[in-house]
């Protein structure tokens, strides 16, 4: 994309819009333009060959995500910069996995970094603001403490996938039946699995044990 890509506004607050023009401006693009509804979107997209649009995914007439990554698959070469006041971790982490076409600023970040997200989209590159890359961090950290096991969790999960029960996994530790038990259960609700199966798995993607072990 180019400096020439057009411009459009998706958001229904006037000084918002106001104040994305003017950033728009002293970047240089092109004078943007303001769409009030999904009708009214669709139709300029559709007779535009290049644009970066700028929504407010919260306040614009969009139904859901599933709908947004729809209008970026129909409307090939358009990018999208989502300019929100609030946005869940879930709903921006499937959008970034599911299209490179989307960009995240919120609208308490900096002025430098709002102009930094529309020259992003311009030049076809993705930009995420830096709270929500923070709070997706801070999500995916808050994730791993969650499902981190103790040594003696690891130890017994890998005895788990070698194929061993519990009792002959208490006999090796010198461990009582009920101590390895609560273990295990610990172990199926930490890594979010239901089954030895699943927990297998799990330690081969780990690699806590490796595949030739496992078929032994």
Not at 37 to 51: F, H, N, P, T, W
Not at 81 to 89: A, C, H, K, P
Request: hydrophobic residues 45%; aromatic residues 6%; glycine residues 4%.
């Amino acid at each position: 994309m180019t400096q020439n890509t057009d411009i459009i506004i998706a958001d229904n607050q006037d000084i918002t819009c106001a104040g994305l023009i003017h950033a728009c401006m002293e970047i240089g693009t092109q004078m943007p333009v303001r769409v009030e509804d999904k009708g009214a979107l669709v139709e300029r997209l559709a007779a535009e060959q290049r644009a970066v649009v700028i929504m407010d995914y919260t306040l614009f007439d969009v139904n859901d995500i599933d709908e947004l990554l729809i209008l970026s698959q129909r409307f090939a070469d358009t990018r999208w910069l989502i300019f929100s006041e609030d946005l869940s971790r879930d709903f921006v982490r499937r959008l970034l996995v599911m299209s490179a076409k989307f960009g995240i600023v919120l609208k308490d970040s900096t002025m430098f970094e709002i102009k930094t997200a529309i020259r992003s989209s311009i030049n076809g590159t993705r930009f995420v603001c830096q709270r929500m890359t923070e709070l997706m961090m801070l999500a995916e950290s808050q994730q791993e403490e969650k499902t981190a096991l103790t040594p003696t969790e690891t130890e017994i999960l890998k005895d788990i996938a070698l194929g061993m029960t519990t009792r002959e996994i208490a006999e090796k530790r010198f461990s009582s039946f009920h101590t390895v038990n609560t273990h295990r259960k610990n172990i199926f609700r930490k890594l979010g699995v239901n089954n030895v199966h699943e927990a297998t798995k799990y330690a081969l993607r780990a690699g806590l044990i490796d595949s030739a072990e496992y078929c032994i």
